[in-house]
T-cell receptor
Framework: EAQVTQNPRYLITVTGKKLTVTCSQNMNHEYMSWYRQDPGLGLRQIYYSMNVEVTDKGDVPEGYKVSRKEKRNFPLILESPSPNQTSLYFC?????????????FGPGTRLTVT | AQKITQTQPGMFVQEKEAVTLDCTYDTSDQSYGLFWYKQPSSGEMIFLIYQGSYDEQNATEGRYSLNFQKARKSANLVISASQLGDSAMYFCAMSPSGGYQKVTFGIGTKLQVIP
């Protein structure tokens, strides 16, 4: 089954404790992206990647890191989480060529930082 | 910079009626793509429809159509024959070059379908 998976789905952590949210897709998509969703703000893009070793900042990259060492994986790293990073996080992927740009979203990761 | 504006925080529609969800955008790019996504209360993001800036015809996907007015920079979603399952948040989004690079979402419109 074609899908984007994220782990963990729920996470409660404390300020300053490094964490990684994993994202994996099995569709051989070149493009992958991370978003955060906050009430009243919609989805905001954190980082995106056009291919392996190619990443770029979205609109809200501060406090986040990403890496794209393999085509299928695009982990989101919070080196020192803070309460303002409490949010619902989505990973998404899509083809780059021959597509309408439709993004396939993962199920989301609800992160709480206390 | 690109911007998406959705001015309707909430909408109600009677079952089987049509409804239009508004979306206006702003961009300096000549080539771009416009999207609509649905987010039911269960939380997943579901792609509905895509319109390229150079597409001459409005996009349609089943009961969904995108009313694209380039000169007015609007990309409204029309849902025909509303169903109870259409109750959800709807997000308009855009990206330069039709889906690649930066993607900007609007804040969404919550649609409730009344029996």
């Amino acid at each position: 089954e074609a899908q984007v998976t994220q782990n963990p789905r729920y996470l409660i952590t404390v300020t300053g404790k490094k964490l990684t949210v994993t994202c994996s897709q099995n569709m051989n998509h070149e493009y992958m992206s991370w978003y955060r969703q906050d009430p009243g703000l919609g989805l905001r893009q954190i980082y995106y990647s056009m291919n392996v070793e190619v990443t770029d900042k979205g609109d809200v990259p501060e406090g986040y890191k990403v890496s794209r060492k393999e085509k299928r994986n695009f982990p989101l790293i919070l080196e020192s989480p803070s309460p303002n990073q409490t949010s619902l996080y989505f990973c998404a992927s899509s083809l780059l060529s021959g597509s309408t740009g439709e993004q396939y979203f993962g199920p989301g990761t609800r992160l709480t930082v206390t | 910079a690109q911007k998406i504006t959705q001015t309707q925080p909430g909408m109600f529609v009677q079952e089987k009626e049509a409804v239009t969800l508004d979306c206006t955008y702003d961009t300096s790019d000549q080539s771009y793509g416009l999207f609509w996504y649905k987010q039911p209360s269960s939380g997943e993001m579901i792609f509905l429809i895509y319109q390229g800036s150079y597409d001459e015809q409005n996009a349609t996907e089943g009961r969904y159509s995108l009313n694209f007015q380039k000169a007015r920079k609007s990309a409204n979603l029309v849902i025909s024959a509303s169903q109870l399952g259409d109750s959800a948040m709807y997000f308009c989004a855009m990206s330069p070059s039709g889906g690649y690079q930066k993607v900007t979402f609007g804040i969404g419109t919550k649609l409730q379908v009344i029996p």
